[in-house]
């Protein structure tokens, strides 16, 4: 990519805006993933929103039509008869997602410092309570796993009292497809962000203008097409950009889409055959004198007839026609199908049938079972950790060089660290034992720390 200054350097601001709106993956098309993570299932042909419904050929009851070839009589066809199909539409990609999303910032967040000073207690202050930095960054993962980009942009706003504070805010595919919502990182030769571009659409004097924001480590423009580019250059009191941006190839259900798809159109098939031979039909043979539908306490009651040549009475009969066919191979596919899912995505099956069926387990055995899981949110850290750090570092430079300027010799000196612990449950007794364990070979003072 070329230099970031080399781009700003033209004079044309269209064509500054058009040289920065390149996405760093081809054939991305982060609404067609949100879409699907809301329940369309149109994405590939093989969804079962593309099952079409079916049509039926009706016959008249009363009229009659000459077979042309066979020169029969037969009821005449009247126009086809359009039966609408299931489409069941399963939270396999929200399920996915929610559940990455848990075990990567669902535990508790600790932040540490290498210096516990005043500027650093103002900062946790800030981070987890007027941030609310975990609540952020799980919907940012959220926006990310199922969208395949997001950004996080951070910026000051003025109180009434005259003071600044930070804000924050997502950047993601906006839910309606009217509103405009584009944003481009740019990196230097170093693979490092030395450019971001966000693109919206605005009220100016009364009309909606196209409107772009560029933020460099050291200017902010601002443009609004009103006729022709009014450009604003301001200066970036962080001194960095104040954007954390982070992206994936794919969403965090694509490796399994395939048999979720299949799994989707198994079900819709049979809810399909369920409903045709579901319910009982009545069979009668012979005489029968059926009661009416309203009639509470049906009785049925068959004549007696009396064969003249034989003298053997005779009467007629009734059984139910039900669905005998077994169901054990769709059991066994869907069966399989969901190990297969759960498995391919290392998303653990959280139903309450397979809870219930777990016992008393230790948390140690606990661990085991979802390590799975645990090291598909390890390896999706390489991405979430340096963005994590990243926001760290954007509120440090806020707080010094902005909100908190008393604090900034505390805080540009101070490596500050957010971590988050393990969602899992703990196991209050076998802590308890390893600790009584531990006291054979450790002080009382240790232990009790």
């Known amino acids: ?86 489409q069941i539409v399963t939270n396999l990609p929200k399920k996915i997602v929610r559940t990455s999303v848990a075990f990567l910032f669902g535990g508790e967040m600790t932040i540490t410092a290498e210096d516990p000073n005043n500027g650093f207690t103002e900062f946790k202050n800030i981070y987890k309570r007027k941030l609310k930095m975990q609540s952020v960054l799980k919907e940012f993962a959220r926006k990310v796993l199922s969208e395949t980009k997001a950004a996080i942009v951070f910026y000051p706003v003025t109180r009434d009292d005259g003071k600044s504070q930070l804000k924050v805010k997502i950047l993601s595919t906006p839910k309606d497809s009217n509103v405009e919502c584009e944003f481009y990182p740019h990196f230097d030769e ?42 604003k250059k301001t200066k970036n009191l962080f001194g960095k ?19 979720m798809d299949k799994k989707e159109m198994r079900l819709s098939r049979l809810s399909d055959t369920n409903d045709y031979f579901s319910e009982p039909i009545l069979k009668t043979y012979g005489l029968a004198n059926l009661p009416s539908k309203e009639t509470v306490g049906k009785e049925l009651n068959f004549g007696m007839e009396v064969d003249p040549d034989t003298g053997t009475s005779y009467h007629g009969d009734a059984d139910y026609l039900a669905w005998q066919q077994s169901c054990e191979s769709v059991t066994l596919e869907l069966n399989q199908l969901d190990d297969a899912i759960h498995s391919g995505a290392s998303s653990p099956d959280l139903s309450m049938n397979k809870l219930m069926g777990l016992g008393n387990l230790s948390g140690t055995s606990r661990r085991f079972m979802l390590i799975d899981a645990e ?29 908190h300027t008393k604090y900034a010799s505390q805080l540009n000196d101070n490596y500050i660290e957010v971590e988050f612990g393990s969602i899992l449950p703990q196991d209050l007794a076998e802590e308890l034992k390893n600790l009584e364990t531990a006291s054979q070979f450790n002080s009382k003072e240790t232990i009790i720390k």
């Open 1 to 86: 990519m070329p230099d970031i200054k080399d781009i700003l350097r033209n004079e044309d601001f269209g064509s500054i805006v058009g040289d920065l709106c390149v996405d760093t993956r081809e054939n991305r098309n982060p609404r067609e993933y949100m879409e699907e993570y809301d329940g369309d299932r149109t994405r590939r042909k093989e969804s079962v929103g593309y099952r079409e419904p079916k049509k039926i050929a009706v016959y008249s009851e009363t009229e009659k039509e000459v077979d042309p070839d066979t020169g029969e009589e037969k009821p005449r066809r009247l126009e086809d008869k359009t039966v609408e199909v299931a």
């Open 190 to 231: 170093d693979d490092d962000m030395d450019g971001f571009l966000y693109k919206y659409n605005a009220e100016v004097n009364g009309r909606t203008c196209e409107c772009v924001k560029i933020y460099t480590k050291d200017t902010i423009y601002s443009g609004v097409m009103d006729g022709i580019w009014l450009v």
């Open 241 to 259: 950009i104040p954007v954390v941006y982070a992206e994936v190839d794919c969403p965090d259900w694509d490796d399994v889409a395939n048999l």
């Open 375 to 403: 090291i598909k949110a390890s390896e999706q850290m390489e991405i979430f950790g340096p963005a994590v750090q990243r926001t760290v570092s954007i509120v440090q430079a806020g707080m010094a060089n902005i909100t």
